[in-house]
């Protein structure tokens, strides 16, 4: 089953988009990597702003990376022409908006390590960082990610 197929049996559609928002781009392609920009976690109807550890729970947090997650795919689908070009997720880099003394910054990314590699398989096995800090208009996560294409 095709990376996209499997996105859609899960209930997800990935739409095209405009890559340019005016200031810089939502992701961009140098050979066969593509990195995207910090994406956030809207997704549709659904935005979850807030600190963890304070307004949010950790499964909160989860969720949110996974919608960052979405995101990202996205955006590298509109660099790559679909999502099925992708040859592997090579990094993510995840970034929690966190209340102070919260550290369990890993546990709120692996919303998004685990639906990369429940879509993506053994190309799906990526370095990873995750940290806290607080993310621009209270978001609750954002997230970079690098992958190779064809």
């Known amino acids: 089953m095709s990376y996209e197929a499997k996105l859609q049996a899960m209930g997800y559609t990935l739409e ?3 890559l340019d928002n ?4 939502l ?5 066969n990597l593509v990195f995207t920009s910090g ?31 979405l995101n990202c795919f996205q955006a590298i ?14 990094k993510v880099f995840g970034m929690v908006n966190v209340a102070p003394d919260f550290d369990d910054t890993p546990g709120v990314i692996h919303g998004c390590s ?13 370095a990873r960082s995750a940290i806290g ?12 990610m690098i992958a190779e294409v064809k």
């Open 16 to 18: 095209t988009i405009n």
């Open 22 to 25: 005016g200031k810089f781009v």
């Open 27 to 31: 992701a961009a392609r140098t050979g």
């Open 39 to 69: 994406c956030v976690p809207i997704w549709g109807d659904k935005t979850i702003k807030g600190k963890i550890g304070a307004d949010l729970t950790v499964e909160e947090g989860y969720e949110a990376a996974k919608l960052c997650a």
């Open 77 to 90: 689908k509109n660099v790559a022409g679909s999502l099925d070009n992708v040859t592997r997720i090579v």
């Open 114 to 126: 685990d639906l990369v590699r429940e879509v993506f398989g053994d190309a799906g096995l990526h």
């Open 133 to 144: 800090l607080t993310v621009p208009f209270n978001f609750a996560v954002e997230i970079e």
